[in-house]
């Protein structure tokens, strides 16, 4: 005989379920890991968010697993944060590119660009009565390190005041405005070893870093004792003093970019010049017949940055500098 139920009740029969889940209902799809790490990496690092975020709706197609919101959301924020840190980088390479070019613009406050502005600058010209007169080039007792035919002398015009003319080089072009109103004996002296090809193929034979920071050139035995044959009188800025002026020996600051001549004392000017690259302290004593264009500065420092050859701060130039020609416009 068949025993019913405690208390008459029907007792049914249910299928087997997981502890822990109502009965009835399947356990819900676990969440795709790939999908988390998408969300995570974005936050961390975009890149491996997008990575992640792809790999996981590749695998949600095949799994059944939830996550694709997520996925979605990390590869979402992992484009924009991509995206975002592109722009930064863009924008920060700009802006530094507008720093440099305003710096390379800006004239630096710690040296001269050819107009000096200190108590130790260079005197204001004030023309000699004189002036351009009478230039003479007398013969020296040395001979000519390359033969070459003296300049014109008496009379010289000081007009037009500055003259265009170009130094070829090997390392680049070096642009002059020479001053011929204010040093027209030595402009035409110049000018004359310039037409005659004095100039060309002879070498820089000095470059010096100290408190004179100068290319030297102009001897074609570059030796530095070698000239045309000939000397002259200083002229600019030497005339601006008196002879016994104590000031003639007093140091002042020749510019960055002075064309100057070199001498081996006063009225020993022959064809050897020198180039400022960087503000200098000399007496007075040297002829200023010029300045460099700024393409002409630019060879200059170029050359000077590779320092002297033997490492010190007076010697030949360690890139060998020699030049092709010297023209006037």
Do not use: W
Not at 66 to 76: E, K
Not at 221 to 234: E, L
């Amino acid at each position: 005989m068949t025993v019913p139920p405690p208390y008459g009740g029907y007792q049914p029969e249910y299928p087997s379920h997981p502890v822990g889940y109502p009965a009835g209902y399947p356990p819900p799809a676990r969440t795709n890991g790939m999908a988390v790490a998408s969300l995570v990496g974005a936050v961390l690092f975009a890149p491996l968010g997008i990575v992640f975020g792809h790999i996981s709706l590749s695998q949600l197609k095949h799994s059944g697993e939830q996550g694709r919101g997520i996925a979605i959301a990390g590869l979402v924020i992992g484009y924009l944060m991509t995206a975002l840190a592109i722009v930064t980088v863009v924008l920060a390479v700009v802006f530094a590119f507008i720093l440099v070019k305003v710096a390379d613009d800006t004239p630096r406050q710690d040296r001269y660009t050819a107009a000096p502005g200190s108590d130790r600058r260079l005197p204001a010209f004030a023309p000699p009565a004189n002036l351009g007169a009478n230039c003479q080039y007398p013969a020296t007792t040395e001979p000519a390190t390359r033969p070459v035919t003296p300049p014109r002398t008496g009379t010289v015009p000081t007009e037009p005041a500055t003259v265009e003319a170009g130094i070829i080089t090997n390392r680049g072009g070096i642009g002059l405005k020479l001053a011929n109103g204010k040093a027209p004996c030595t402009v035409n002296n110049f000018a004359s070893l310039a037409f005659q090809g004095f100039f060309d193929g002879t070498p820089c034979h000095r470059l010096t870093t100290g408190e004179l920071a100068a290319l030297q050139c102009g001897d074609p035995s570059g030796s530095g004792t070698g000239g045309p044959g000939y000397r002259f009188p200083n002229e600019y800025p030497t005339n601006q003093y008196r002879l016994s002026d104590p000031a003639v020996q007093q140091p002042v600051v020749y510019p960055r970019g002075t064309v100057a001549m070199a001498n081996s004392g006063p009225g020993t000017n022959g064809s050897q010049f020198f180039l400022v690259y960087e503000d200098s302290l000399l007496p007075p004593t040297y002829t200023v017949f010029g300045t460099v264009d700024k393409t002409g500065l630019d060879t200059l420092d170029a050359i000077a940055a590779a320092g002297v050859a033997d490492g010190g701060t007076d010697g030949q130039p360690a890139s060998p500098v020699e030049i092709t020609s010297v023209a006037l416009d």
